[in-house]
């Protein structure tokens, strides 16, 4: 019987299969080998042995711990290299920094040079991803030169905006470095190809002006508007304030069907314009001519960011303007104010998020809100559609908030009473939040109550001792605004914890409490009884100390 043959044992490779070679016996001549090849690559650029030159000098003028001679030195050294050569090497990514740093460095006569050999590559350059770059520092170095690049900007502005590299050029130069006349160039190649402000409209100088003088051009000038800020919505280019200023020019004169169809685009983008004056302005005519339906859409994108947006300059407006417009408040304070109140410690010390919470406690004051401010949002109550009374609204927002409200001051008093923002919202809260305030009252009571040889005692306190001046009067006080809705009956409590101490707050800084108890029709007579015995102290302390005269006054 034959003998079947032996199956050969497995070897983990093919016979057939090459050898595999040794770490590190070619390793290095391959390296060198692609190093060869890319030198190679380069030297077929005829450019190569200039840039390789420039950017010898360049390692050393970027520098920013060389003096101004080496700098000079370095300058004449370079631009004597790229002279006559700057427009055929802008668009390589390490020519671009040369190039960038030469008109950061050089004088005014070098920085020219430079500019006058880029006269008619500015628009391709503001599209390249490292050439608009050098037309940013054009701009920002090369005063005279900025009218040369708006004008071969003119006419490709509304492809410009809405190009991605493009549309930085065009915001930087009409947000930072161009002069009215510029701003107006620029934002009126929005209004279509043949009404550019200083080519026709007879010297008008703004859109109202140029409809004005042109009025058989309104709607082809919005159509176009139209069209093109659409396109800037589709591009995500909408975040650049010139495109927010031609939205604000065409929401105030579009009709209503212009309008709604604008609104549609940007629903979805109304936190991404919330940073600038007018792009606030756009949110807020938004909001006034939203229906029920497009709010409640609405509030969903602002709840991620409505902290952020309460801290900025101008989107704390547009949270004001939810308040007023908003006729769903219950949907308002579970997705706006319970979350602005859970970062209430915070706001209240920032300069505009605490205007929020003081709008809902004091209204429309001029105390915290500029005159300019509240006549714009007077301006927006014509134009607002919604159903509910203003005071319903007003009522249902201050019971939803106020319980928090008066949580935070009574678990943070030691905290928010001797901090200049904070205690102007504490006292706004004290006054004319809804509720039961006992834990809040009873929290600054104890502050008072703490040893007199504390330091920053808060009855001795700046910021502190305004508040409890003011809740001392609160009860009596003849101004509404200065008059508590709910009596505190604080006075008579105050007194009883620190009547044992009267005199020694009489002749230092809290001698202005003091005063507001001698005051007070509740504790005058108390106050004035128990101070008889400290007046000569009083009398020594008057000599520097006006809240001690004014107390000898009443005694």
């Known amino acids: 019987m034959a003998q079947a043959p032996m199956k050969r044992k497995a070897t983990g490779h093919s016979y057939n299969e090459t050898p595999k070679k040794l770490k590190g016996d070619d390793s290095g001549s391959k390296h ?68 960038q740093t030469c008109l950061k460095k050089g004088n005014a006569e070098q920085r020219m040079t430079i500019a006058n050999e880029l006269t008619g590559k500015y628009e391709v350059l503001a599209k390249s991803m490292y050439g608009k770059f050098i037309v940013l520092k054009v701009l920002e170095y090369c005063h005279k030169q900025r009218d040369q690049v708006l004008s071969e900007f003119r006419t490709h502005v509304r492809k410009l905006i809405r190009h991605r590299e493009a549309s930085n050029v065009i915001e930087t130069f009409y947000a930072q470095y161009a002069n009215g006349a510029q701003r107006q160039e620029l934002l009126s190649e929005f209004y279509g190809p043949e009404m550019t402000l200083f080519n026709r409209g007879g010297g008008a100088k703004t859109l109202e002006e140029l409809l004005n003088n042109l009025p058989e051009k309104k709607d082809s000038v919005l159509r176009f508007m139209s069209e093109t800020l ?11 304030s010139i495109v927010h200023k031609a939205l604000l020019q065409y929401l105030t004169l579009a009709d209503q069907k212009g309008r709604e169809n604008i609104m549609a685009h940007l629903r979805e983008s109304l936190t991404d314009i919330l940073h600038t004056r007018e792009g606030s302005k756009v949110a807020m005519i938004c909001l006034s001519y939203a229906s029920p339906k497009d709010r409640k859409a609405i509030i969903k994108f602002f709840k991620p960011h409505v902290v952020k947006i309460a801290q900025d300059e101008y989107g704390y407006l547009t949270l004001i303007r939810f308040l007023d417009v908003m006729d769903d408040t219950v949907l308002m304070n579970k997705a706006l104010i319970s979350e602005l109140c859970k970062q209430s ?26 005159p300019e401010t509240v006549q714009q ?81 808060i009855i001795e306190d700046r910021f502190g001792n305004r508040v409890i001046k003011a809740m001392i009067k609160a009860d009596s006080a003849e101004a509404t605004n200065d008059k508590a809705v709910v009596p505190l009956e604080f006075a008579p409590k105050l007194l009883e914890r620190i009547e044992p101490h009267l005199g020694h707050f009489a002749t230092n800084f809290g001698s202005f409490v003091v005063l507001s108890l001698l005051e007070e029709p509740s504790t005058q007579k108390q106050t004035k009884k128990a101070l008889k015995r400290h007046k000569d102290d009083i009398l020594k302390a008057a000599e520097g100390n006006q809240g001690a005269k004014l107390i000898l006054e009443l005694l």
């Open 377 to 457: 949002i007077i301006e927006g109550d014509e134009i607002r559609q919604s159903k509910k009374d203003s005071e319903v609204r007003a009522k249902e927002i201050l019971d939803a908030c106020s319980p928090s409200l008066i949580q935070t001051v009574a678990e943070n008093a030691p905290i928010l009473m001797r901090e200049k923002m904070s205690s102007q919202v504490v006292q706004e809260i004290m006054l004319h939040a809804a509720g039961d305030k006992t834990t809040a009252v009873n929290a600054i009571l104890d502050l008072a109550s703490e040893n007199i040889e504390k330091e920053n005692h």
């Open 230 to 240: 659409v396109g800037c919505m589709d591009k995500g280019t909408v975040v650049n």
């Open 32 to 99: 060198q080998q692609q190093k060869n090849l890319k030198q190679e690559r380069k030297g077929h650029d005829r450019h190569y042995n200039m840039i390789a030159e420039a950017k010898k000098i360049w390692e050393n003028l970027r520098r920013g711990d060389i003096s101004r001679d080496e700098t000079k030195d370095l300058m004449q050294k370079i631009m004597e290299v790229i002279t006559g050569h700057v427009q055929e090497i802008i668009f390589k990514h390490d020519a671009s920094r040369i190039v």
């Open 345 to 370: 410690k915070t706001l209240f010390a920032d300069k505009f998020g605490r205007r929020i919470f003081l709008y809902i406690l004091t209204g429309r004051n001029t105390k915290y809100l500029a």
